[in-house]
């Protein structure tokens, strides 16, 4: 540590060309941050999938319906815990622009279901009571401004009332949060009860069911069952685990991994080509001073540790404002107003980024470092 | 007049003289060069994807094309109408006609659960039921292998991007509906559109698979001429028969792409900006290293009479000059990755599968270079200045 000031002054010497060279680091990981919550929105809910939860959709498409009686066959099926429903609604609030999920489900089965769903309890109970009661994510809440008491009308694009009105007033009783913050607080949920006896057409049915199995390592043998019980009939099934359902839908939407993966390899290869070129041209303008300090006995070893410090103190300060800078503008939300619900930095890839920023130092140090490694002293005193 | 053909000679020399000096600073002129490229071959490849998307929307549009769907409904997939008000619509003043009625044709549109190719993962693929003037509508259809289905028979034909991108859509093989299995008889092209992603059937067969009794989706009509529409739509709109959303063909498309197209280019230019700054880092870097290492020579030149004028312009010239390299082989990685590469993603509005290739414009090419050469610009200015004010004597004592 006593060589810190070697170091930083080393730095200093040329404060354009470092601040130059730092600025664009900065710039690579604030990209590395917006890609990662990019990809975490995208593909994210595969991870917070539960491992105890199958979907169960129709067998030919997602958009056919299920009788709502399946439920009690799916309870008696070995190995099924319980099992419950969602529908989906496809509301408008006030511009179609304003995409969030909306379901009409049995309130006590999907808390049951959703432990990370975490709503007080008298917020809950207010919900089991009325029966136009609606809950809501914090961020959907936060977004379109609604508060506890609020009637909010919905206009759905598929489900008429009776009277052929396809405007829906919800009462909002609660609003969840989310047990970590991969969960997505962006739905809203209403309850069944009142959609099916308010529901114009398509009563009795619902749009796909999920179940809690007792062993998550039964999944595969479960899902074939159920499949089994349904077989034949006019409704078949699929039954997937949830990270597999989500998983589809997410390489629905494209090769994601790939496309970030591609686009972030190019960033890093040309952050890569400016840093070494800054740690060379630095280390060619003090062959002499090198040379010195191998005369005054300096070993190797510290020259090696010298120049890798420096290039590694570079990338790691450049590396830390730019994944700090990015976390700050992810945390202002999604850009895209909606579309992204799980748009957030995960922890995870912050501390890849951190990786990223030290082995990047010891990659475009290393040659440089060698280089000056291999001076010998007098080469070095005659260019002074 | 003298006086400016000197100052062109002087811009010339001196660049040449910084061309020429390009070898021995190959590290440094290469990362400015290749940081440049990769910002403009991620531009260009970002925005191709949203032209081919919004591409294979626009020709799906003819302009007398129009489209039916319930009021309310924000695309086919949730839209409903009965016979009674297919019939009611296809009667429409503005509707063409030729001798087999009025061209509507009124449809079905489902989807089914297929494997991607190159995931092997289920895709929710479109599948239409359609009546007899449905190739009448649409501009640009064309069977391309084997036949049209037979009217009335439990047959399909497959549009060219589904056989692409999802398994088991090839002439002669079957797909499996329910409890049904439809040989594929056709496959058809519509110029790139959105119908290429789609399975066809006839609308009758379809809504006995689906127990949609005898009701339709929307209703799609060819009108005597653009012009028709307001007519036409007026009338639709004013019967109280009815409750429905007339659009025409190229509005419905553009507003089924608006959400992709929306997220595709935020996104792009926010990655493509971003780089951008990092590319313009990395040039001034280049440039201050250029400058500072011929800082004797710039002083040099100086003493002989050369003018900070010329310095500055010729500095910039060899930054704009290296960044348009840049930019070209960008342009130009772009191209043979991205072009015409086929792919399919989910349209939102009707959470269906859509295959489209990526389209590497002419004018996005124009646009990449445009940046390169603004990055070249940024990147050239302030070291040229630096140069242009160097003091000439305490550089010369440099010697």
């Known amino acids: 540590m006593k060589f810190f000031h070697l170091i930083w002054s080393n730095l200093k010497r040329k404060k354009l060309r470092t601040s130059l060279t730092l600025l664009s680091i900065v710039v690579a990981f604030i990209l590395f941050g917006f890609l990662s919550a990019i990809q975490q929105a995208l593909v994210g809910g595969v991870k917070m999938a539960g491992a105890d939860r199958l979907v169960v959709r129709h067998k030919v498409s997602i958009i056919q319906m299920l009788p709502e009686s399946y439920k009690a066959r799916m309870d008696r099926i070995p190995g099924v815990d ?148 349904f077989e034949n009939s006019s409704a078949e099934t699929k039954a997937e685990p949830e990270g597999a359902f989500i998983q589809g839908w997410a390489s629905q939407i ?45 070993t190797n070893v510290q020259i090696v540790s010298f120049v890798l410090a420096e290039s590694c103190l570079l990338t790691v300060l450049g590396g830390a404002l730019g994944l700090g800078l990015a976390w700050l503008m992810i945390s202002r939300g999604d850009p895209t107003s909606g579309l992204l619900p799980l748009f957030s930095f995960p922890t995870r890839d912050l501390l890849t980024g951190f990786g990223i920023s030290v082995a990047l130092g010891f990659v475009t140090g290393i040659f440089p470092a060698l280089q000056a490694m291999r001076l010998r002293v007098a080469d070095a005193l005659r260019r002074m | 007049m003298a006086g400016l053909i000197n100052w062109f000679s ?29 910002v403009v071959a991620v531009l260009v490849g970002v925005l191709s994807i949203a032209a081919g998307f919004k591409q294979a929307m626009s020709v799906s549009g003819s302009p007398d094309g129009a489209i039916v769907l319930r009021s309310g409904a924000d695309s086919e997939m949730v839209s409903g109408l009965g016979r009674e008000e297919t019939r009611v619509i296809a009667d429409a003043p503005g509707v063409a006609r030729n001798d087999q009625g ?21 895709a929710n ?58 040989p594929v008889v056709g496959m058809f092209s519509a110029n790139g559109g959105a119908a290429e992603s789609e399975i066809w059937s006839d ?39 009815l409750s429905v959303k007339v659009s025409r063909q190229s509005d419905y498309y553009a507003e089924q792409s608006e959400v992709i197209t929306r997220l595709i280019t935020t996104l792009g230019f926010l990655i493509a900006f971003l780089m951008a700054v990092g590319a313009v880092f990395g040039a001034l870097n280049t440039m201050y290293s250029a400058v500072a290492a011929r800082s004797r020579e ?37 191209y043979l990755a991205f072009n015409n590469f086929h792919t399919s993603t989910m349209n939102w509005q009707s959470f269906s599968q ?46």
């Open chain 1, 82 to 229: 319980y099992a419950t429903h969602e529908t989906w609604f496809g509301g408008i609030y006030q511009d179609p622009k304003n995409f969030f999920m909306q379901a009409p489900v049995v309130p006590e089965e999907l808390l049951k279901m959703y432990p990370e769903v975490v709503l007080p309890p008298a917020q809950s109970n207010a919900w089991l009571q009325t029966r136009t009661g609606a809950i809501v994510g914090r961020k959907s809440a936060e977004r379109f401004g609604w508060k506890i008491g609020d009637k909010v009308p919905i206009q759905s694009t598929i489900w008429a009332q009776q009277d052929g009105n396809r405007t829906w007033d919800f009462d909002i009783v609660g609003i969840f949060d989310g047990k970590n913050k991969n969960t997505d607080t962006t739905p809203l949920f209403f309850r069944y009860d009142y959609f099916d006896e308010a529901r114009q057409d398509a009563k009795g049915e619902v749009g796909w069911y999920i179940i809690r199995i007792k062993d998550p390592a039964q999944a595969a043998e479960v899902a074939k069952r159920v499949d089994e019980e």
């Open chain 1, 254 to 298: 494209g090769n994601i991994v790939f496309i970030v993966a591609a686009i972030l390899s190019a960033v890093f290869f040309t952050i890569l080509l400016v840093t070494g070129n800054t740690m060379a041209q630095a280390v060619r303008e003090r062959t002499g001073e090198l040379g010195v300090l191998k005369a005054i006995g300096f």
């Open chain 2, 10 to 38: 002087q811009i010339a020399s001196i660049t040449k003289f910084g061309l020429m000096s390009i070898p021995q600073r190959r590290g440094a002129v290469a990362a400015t060069v290749i940081g440049i490229a990769g």
């Open chain 2, 102 to 122: 009025p061209l509507a044709s009124a449809e079905l549109f489902v989807i089914i659960n297929l494997p991607k190719r190159t995931t092997g993962t289920d």
């Open chain 2, 125 to 182: 693929v479109p599948l239409r039921g359609v009546e007899l003037a449905a190739l009448q509508v649409r501009d640009h259809m064309k069977i391309i292998r084997g036949r049209m289905f037979d009217w009335g028979r439990d047959e399909v034909i497959v549009g060219d991007g589904a056989a692409q991108e999802f398994a088991g859509l090839e002439v002669g093989s079957k797909i499996k509906v329910g409890r049904y299995e439809w």
């Open chain 2, 203 to 241: 609308a009758k067969v379809l809504q006995a698979a689906y127990n949609r009794g005898d009701s339709f989706q929307s209703v799609s009509v060819r009108l005597n001429s653009p012009a028709a529409f307001e007519a036409f739509k007026d009338s639709l709109t004013s019967n109280p028969q």
């Open chain 2, 298 to 334: 710039i002083a040099t030149l100086r003493a002989l009479g050369f003018g900070g004028g010329a310095v500055v312009v010729s500095l910039m010239l060899e930054s704009l000059l290296l960044a348009l390299v840049g930019g070209v082989i960008g342009g130009g990685l772009a």
């Open chain 2, 354 to 399: 859509i295959t489209f290739a990526f389209r590497v414009t002419p004018e996005l090419l124009a646009r990449g270079v445009v940046w390169a050469a603004v990055i070249g610009l940024i990147g050239g200015l302030f070291p040229a200045i630096r140069a242009a004010r160097l003091p000439i004597a305490a550089a010369l004592r440099e010697l």
